[in-house]
């Protein structure tokens, strides 16, 4: 970082460690990325279902379906987020962070002093009501900070949602290494660093997280995304390294302290590269006022229109009643604008590309979330050790981030170039996601690693490309509810392909071993019949998205971000007349001392 003052266009030590510029620090665009990425960081608290839901089913006594209808009122919660969308629709994103953070905390509370046994035993459907209302604690926080990022970087939402997602996905690593470091070897205080960890971030960076005027010329200065990119893949193998050796070498507990440490420095460096945009942008400031240009104004001739005749005036219409407005709204339901254009929620809701989608994904997500919730019970029947159960957990959590950056930046990347639909990368991953199912289903010896790897890929990887593809065909003037809406078929493939298959049939299987017993179920047949059935469902749902890849072809043919460029030049007319903007010549003197005329446009 440049600081030496001078002709080299440095800044001063002195004009960096002010109160004004950190004000300008705090108050920036990137400075409300980096708020967005630790806030999504501490979200993922559902996706460590695995860690403790042992001691749920030792201490409350549950059967392996009543705990995964736990977990299917856990992912309910967590992807129910319509009334966080509607809330968002109309108040600011603090109010849906501070809503977010009181249900976080009461909700997992509640569970961490049931387990502990502070509290009475409570019923069953107490604990599903605790845990839905803390795990949709998760919809507030994207609600609130992923979608606002969204709004203010429309041309680059891919690349927003992979980096954000992609930190969700790694805060399960994040919490057992946070929680190894707080607490020791102690599953139970997980769901109390569940409680309050999230609660306190939000709140901290509660006022950072905004909607920002849009600015095409700012907004298209990807090279921070980037920079965020590679410490993210830094977050990652370090949580890789960490978890690989932590299998084989007994820790300390200074040593998970050291560890944790050195996480959070990391979780930190993105302030780095948000000072650095800071500085430029301050030097680039201080440059503008260096020389002094001669500006001369040249004021384009207006010829004055003639006044219109006058019209006759208007007779006045009848005012429509309520069952022609009715009748009105359900015409305009099934009348949706051009793709691409902003669609009211209705007319989303009931269109055909919303519908497809919506299925593809209940049969996708629906899949790879009941063998993430699994993993324990999967490993344990396979007669892995404890210690390789956690490394799957892991293992997941990791490429659950790698699957949610790669297929956001890549899916940009290819989509600017060579105009790739975002569709056909989402058919891709579900075939992909068949091959970790199948693996599970036939149980081959140590495949479990493999299956994990491939099962957190293709979890992370669908939920960039699902909210990028709403956000496209369906406009982002309601994207705040849509995109909780597209989230709400997580919960309802959960309860079909967990509840309903995998955890009926484990049970079942159960019996079988154990005289007629609820107890755990050993052995490759667990859970084979149940992921051939998920296989199938899922290979079902990829074909069913080639009809999205079919209708959208034009449409993702077509650069479908032009409008935004549009609108930010449209913003430099005069917004009061609606007039051309007058031309301005500045002449300044370059370094060969020859004068150079430039044209500016300026508001009248």
Same mark, same amino acid.
């Given at each position: 970082?440049?600081?030496?003052?001078?002709?080299?266009?440095?800044?001063?030590?002195?004009?960096?460690?002010?109160?004004?510029?950190?004000?300008?620090?705090?108050?920036?665009?990137?400075?409300?990325?980096?708020?967005?990425?630790?806030?999504?960081?501490?979200?993922?608290?559902?996706?460590?279902?695995?860690?403790?839901?042992?001691?749920?089913?030792?201490?409350?006594?549950?059967?392996?379906?009543?705990?995964?209808?736990?977990?299917?009122?856990?992912?309910?919660?967590?992807?129910?987020?319509?009334?966080?969308?509607?809330?968002?629709?109309?108040?600011?994103?603090?109010?849906?962070?501070?809503?977010?953070?009181?249900?976080?905390?009461?909700?997992?509370?509640?569970?961490?002093?049931?387990?502990?046994?502070?509290?009475?035993?409570?019923?069953?459907?107490?604990?599903?009501?605790?845990?839905?209302?803390?795990?949709?604690?998760?919809?507030?926080?994207?609600?609130?900070?992923?979608?606002?990022?969204?709004?203010?970087?429309?041309?680059?939402?891919?690349?927003?949602?992979?980096?954000?997602?992609?930190?969700?996905?790694?805060?399960?690593?994040?919490?057992?290494?946070?929680?190894?470091?707080?607490?020791?070897?102690?599953?139970?205080?997980?769901?109390? =660093? +569940?409680?309050? *960890? #999230?609660? /306190? $971030?939000? %709140?901290?960076?509660?006022?950072?997280?905004? @909607?920002?005027?849009?600015? !095409?010329?700012?907004?298209?200065?990807?090279?921070?995304?980037?920079?965020?990119?590679?410490?993210?893949?830094?977050?990652?193998?370090?949580?890789?390294?960490?978890?690989?050796?932590?299998?084989?070498?007994?820790?300390?507990?200074?040593?998970?302290?050291?560890?944790?440490?050195?996480?959070? =420095? +990391?979780?930190? *460096? #993105?302030? /780095? $590269?948000? %000072?650095?945009?800071?500085?430029?942008?301050? @030097?680039?400031?201080?440059? !503008?006022?260096?020389?002094?240009?001669?500006?001369?104004?040249?004021?384009?001739?207006?010829?004055?229109?003639?006044?219109?005749?006058?019209?006759?005036?208007?007779?006045?219409?009848?005012?429509?009643?309520?069952?022609?407005?009715?009748?009105?709204?359900?015409?305009?339901?099934?009348?949706?604008?051009?793709?691409?254009?902003?669609?009211?929620?209705?007319?989303?809701?009931?269109?055909?590309?919303? @519908?497809?989608?919506?299925?593809?994904?209940?049969?996708?997500?629906?899949?790879?979330?009941?063998?993430?919730?699994?993993?324990?019970?999967?490993?344990?029947?396979?007669?892995?050790?404890?210690?390789?159960?956690?490394?799957?957990?892991?293992?997941?959590?990791?490429?659950?981030?790698?699957?949610?950056?790669?297929?956001?930046?890549?899916?940009?990347?290819?989509?600017?170039?060579?105009?790739?639909?975002?569709?056909?990368?989402?058919?891709?991953?579900?075939?992909?996601?068949?091959?970790?199912?199948?693996?599970?289903?036939?149980?081959?010896?140590?495949?479990?690693?493999?299956?994990?790897?491939?099962?957190?890929?293709?979890?992370?990887?669908?939920?960039?490309?699902?909210?990028?593809?709403?956000?496209?065909?369906?406009?982002?003037?309601?994207?705040?509810?849509?995109?909780?809406?597209?989230?709400?078929?997580?919960?309802?493939?959960?309860?079909?392909?967990?509840?309903?298959?995998?955890?009926?049939?484990?049970?079942?299987?159960?019996?079988?071993?154990?005289?007629?017993?609820?107890?755990?179920?050993?052995?490759?047949?667990?859970?084979?019949?149940?992921?051939?059935?998920?296989?199938?469902?899922?290979?079902?749902?990829?074909?069913?998205?080639?009809?999205?890849?079919?209708?959208?072809?034009?449409?993702?043919?077509?650069?479908?971000?032009?409008?935004?460029?549009?609108?930010?030049?449209?913003?430099?007319?005069?917004?009061?007349?609606?007039?051309?903007?007058?031309?301005?010549?500045?002449?300044?003197?370059?370094?060969?001392?020859?004068?150079?005329?430039?044209?500016?446009?300026?508001?009248?």
């Amino acid at each position: 970082m440049v600081v030496a003052g001078g002709m080299d266009g440095g800044l001063p030590m002195g004009q960096i460690l002010t109160p004004r510029f950190a004000v300008q620090v705090v108050r920036s665009r990137w400075f409300m990325v980096f708020a967005c990425l630790l806030i999504m960081s501490a979200a993922g608290g559902t996706y460590i279902f695995s860690i403790y839901s042992k001691d749920l089913k030792s201490a409350l006594g549950y059967n392996q379906q009543t705990l995964n209808t736990l977990s299917f009122f856990k992912d309910l919660g967590a992807n129910v987020g319509v009334l966080s969308g509607l809330i968002n629709e109309v108040t600011p994103p603090w109010v849906v962070l501070i809503i977010g953070s009181a249900m976080n905390l009461f909700g997992y509370l509640m569970i961490y002093l049931a387990i502990t046994g502070r509290i009475a035993a409570p019923k069953v459907w107490m604990m599903c009501l605790y845990i839905c209302i803390g795990s949709n604690s998760q919809s507030f926080a994207n609600t609130g900070a992923l979608v606002t990022c969204v709004k203010n970087f429309p041309e680059s939402r891919g690349t927003v949602l992979g980096l954000l997602k992609g930190f969700v996905g790694l805060s399960g690593v994040i919490f057992t290494q946070l929680y190894l470091a707080i607490y020791g070897n102690d599953s139970k205080s997980v769901v109390l =660093l +569940i409680a309050w *960890l #999230p609660a /306190a $971030v939000s %709140i901290i960076f509660v006022h950072t997280i905004r @909607i920002i005027p849009y600015n !095409s010329s700012q907004a298209k200065n990807t090279k921070p995304f980037f920079c965020f990119l590679y410490i993210s893949i830094g977050l990652a193998v370090f949580l890789l390294i960490m978890t690989v050796v932590q299998n084989f070498v007994q820790f300390s507990h200074s040593s998970h302290a050291i560890s944790a440490f050195i996480l959070t =420095l +990391i979780l930190f *460096l #993105p302030l /780095a $590269v948000v %000072i650095k945009e800071e500085v430029k942008s301050l @030097i680039e400031t201080n440059k !503008s006022f260096e020389t002094s240009p001669t500006i001369t104004i040249e004021k384009t001739p207006t010829v004055p229109n003639p006044l219109p005749p006058p019209s006759p005036s208007p007779s006045p219409k009848p005012k429509p009643n309520s069952s022609s407005k009715m009748t009105s709204c359900i015409t305009n339901m099934f009348k949706p604008p051009a793709m691409g254009d902003d669609y009211s929620i209705l007319q989303a809701l009931v269109s055909i590309d919303m @519908i497809i989608l919506f299925f593809a994904t209940i049969c996708g997500v629906g899949g790879t979330l009941t063998a993430i919730d699994n993993m324990g019970q999967i490993g344990q029947s396979l007669r892995y050790p404890a210690k390789s159960i956690n490394t799957f957990v892991s293992l997941i959590s990791i490429w659950n981030y790698a699957g949610r950056v790669t297929s956001g930046y890549v899916s940009e990347i290819v989509l600017s170039k060579y105009k790739f639909p975002r569709p056909l990368a989402l058919t891709l991953v579900l075939l992909l996601s068949c091959v970790g199912h199948l693996l599970i289903a036939f149980g081959v010896p140590q495949s479990l690693y493999l299956a994990s790897v491939i099962i957190g890929f293709t979890f992370g990887a669908q939920w960039p490309l699902l909210f990028a593809i709403i956000s496209e065909v369906f406009g982002l003037k309601y994207y705040s509810t849509l995109y909780n809406f597209g989230s709400v078929a997580s919960p309802i493939g959960l309860y079909i392909l967990n509840v309903r298959v995998t955890g009926y049939l484990y049970d079942v299987e159960a019996r079988k071993q154990n005289g007629g017993k609820d107890l755990t179920c050993m052995g490759v047949q667990c859970f084979k019949l149940s992921f051939i059935i998920i296989t199938a469902v899922t290979a079902f749902g990829a074909m069913v998205s080639l009809l999205l890849v079919w209708r959208t072809r034009k449409f993702y043919s077509s650069d479908i971000y032009a409008k935004f460029r549009e609108s930010s030049e449209a913003v430099e007319m005069d917004s009061s007349t609606g007039m051309a903007p007058e031309r301005v010549n500045v002449e300044k003197m370059d370094e060969n001392g020859v004068t150079a005329k430039k044209q500016k446009e300026v508001g009248q």
